[in-house]
Nanobody, 117 residues
Framework: QVQLVESGGGLVQPGGSLRLSCAAS????????MSWYRQAPGKERELVAA????????NYGDSVKGRFTISRDNGKKTVYLQMNSLKPEDTAVYYCKAAAVWKSVYWGQGTQVTVSS
């Protein structure tokens, strides 16, 4: 059974930091590129950050470049999103996604991040 379980969300003040985790099971984690998406109320889901299966290549959405860092630990089957200098506009539900060529795409259930004073 495939599972992607996000954790680490919560309420944080502007300028603060959070670290999200996504623990994977039920598939060959090291074969999949991993990414984080987010969706704010009334808005479309958008790519936040992505990392290749071996971890050597990353890319980021323009709005988070220089503030967020994606990383992965294939031994722990976990992908992380370090979020610094958080802004109110970062408020959203954050989702973890696993994808590989010619394979199924998997999504987590999401974790809420709220940036507010």
């Amino acid at each position: 059974q495939v599972q992607l379980v996000e954790s680490g969300g919560g309420l944080v003040q502007p300028g603060g930091s959070l670290r999200l985790s996504c623990a994977a099971s039920g598939f060959t984690f090291s074969s999949y590129a991993m990414s984080w998406y987010r969706q704010a109320p009334g808005k479309e889901r958008e790519l936040v950050a992505a990392i290749a299966n071996a971890g050597g290549s990353t890319n980021y959405g323009d709005s988070v470049k220089g503030r967020f860092t994606i990383s992965r630990d294939n031994g722990k089957k976990t992908v992380y999103l370090q979020m610094n200098s958080l802004k109110p506009e970062d408020t959203a539900v954050y989702y973890c996604k696993a994808a590989a060529v010619w394979k199924s795409v998997y999504w987590g259930q999401g974790t809420q991040v709220t940036v507010s004073s």
